[in-house]
């Protein structure tokens, strides 16, 4: 019992589950068992609801509640609470948004239909990247691991300002109205010193249905309720509200939500696949856009950064080190599923979509690795406690 309580509270554990679903679900889907596992995932479950809705748009709603959290936290006392901290992860997570994109849309230029994918490969999936970097130990600086988290949070952020600018379908004006009523009630509660987690989540799901209906995507709203929830103001007990619930949520996040997301949208039938398949423009444009377009953005936006004055190198980390990392944001995974349901909604790009943010993340994921083992040694790192 003490080493399976070892293995779920160590860094490692989301990103090795995330892997699990993973294999799980492209068995599933080479076997016979795949008209099963479409089925079970496409029929109406709940309020005619299929269970891949409540999964992509209800428990990632909760998700993007903890990004919410975690943004609100670096903001008021991490990485983000200054301009000169923030330098660094908020000029990378802008170069490894953009040259991705870039990549993307110079591949599938003049198709219109694919073009609407240009966001995918804009994201890091921080669980298994930092899942990743946890399993090399020592060999890896803690600033290190620290960047990567902050740069993954603006990653997340910019995520959300592309979902709510990019993909959003036609507005329903008196349910967005009766949204903003209830995240205004929740920051009068806030306003007001209130401490009890139940009242900002009642509110949260009642701004959840307003948004949904809406038509803004749902998990927007865990986002807002997120950065709404108060941090500064302490519960009797020690423990600001924001704080409880981000170490509440983190478990269930990390162990259920995004497994059974992984499990749900990872499933792909490799059956009759040539090399061919991976030339696609949507498949290709998203392989390069994680596996090239990460890296290059990220090293020249800090390149720059560095050379200018306005960001360095975190502590005792080197510039190979550096490289490895922005390797690893190339994992996009979750994240680039996400996006890649909300762009193709249709589901014709499906098998496109997810050979391309697999096999992108499987390169960045190898690349990543073995320059880091290349670049660092077994000995602790100074900044090690």
């Known amino acids: 019992m003490t080493s399976i309580r070892q293995f779920f509270s160590s860094a490692i ?60 936290r670096e903001m008021a006392t991490g990485h983000l609470s200054s301009i000169k901290n923030a330098m660094l992860p908020l000029l990378a997570a802008a170069g490894g948004a953009i040259v991705p994109a870039i990549l993307y849309i110079l591949v599938n230029n003049g198709d219109a239909e694919a073009m609407k994918g240009w966001a995918i490969p804009t994201a890091t999936d921080i669980a298994f990247a930092l899942g990743i970097m946890m399993l090399l130990g020592s060999r890896v600086p803690n600033s290190l691991k620290v960047c990567l988290v902050t740069i993954a949070v603006v990653d997340d952020l910019f995520a959300v300002i592309i979902i709510a600018l990019f993909y959003t379908a036609n507005i329903s004006l008196l349910p967005l109205l009766f949204a903003l009523a209830g995240l205004g009630s929740a920051a009068l509660l806030n306003r007001y010193h209130v401490t009890r987690l139940l009242p900002y989540l009642l509110i949260g799901l009642f701004v959840w249905f307003c948004v949904l209906q809406s038509g803004l995507h749902p998990t927007l709203a865990g986002v807002a309720i997120g950065l709404i929830i108060p941090i500064k103001i302490r519960h009797r007990h020690g423990e600001n509200p924001s704080t409880r619930l981000e170490h509440a949520l983190h478990p269930w996040v990390s162990f259920i939500i995004l ?21 696609h423009p949507i498949t290709l444009g998203i392989m390069l856009g994680l596996f090239f377009g990460k890296q290059a953005g990220i090293m020249l936006a800090t390149k720059i950064a560095c050379r200018l004055g306005v960001a360095e190198l975190p502590a005792h980390s080197t510039w190979r080190q550096y490289y490895g990392m922005a390797l690893l944001t190339g994992i996009g995974f979750t994240m680039s599923l996400f996006i890649g349901n909300l762009a193709f909604t249709s589901g014709d790009q499906a098998i496109e979509v997810k050979l391309g943010v697999l096999s992108g993340s499987l390169l960045s994921a190898i690349a990543g690795i073995l320059l880091l083992l290349s670049a660092t040694r077994k000995e602790k790192m100074p900044d090690q406690t």
């Open 259 to 279: 497994p059974v997301f992984a499990f749900a949208n990872a499933g792909v039938s490799l059956a009759g696949l040539s090399f061919g398949a991976f030339l």
């Open 13 to 72: 554990a989301p990103g090795i589950l995330l892997c699990l679903a993973t294999l799980c679900a492209l068995v599933v889907a080479n076997t016979g068992f795949y008209e099963t596992y479409n089925n079970l995932l496409t029929r109406p479950v709940f309020f005619h609801q299929s269970l891949l809705f409540i999964i992509n748009d209800g428990l990632m709603a909760i998700f993007f509640l903890l990004i919410g959290l975690e943004v609100k």
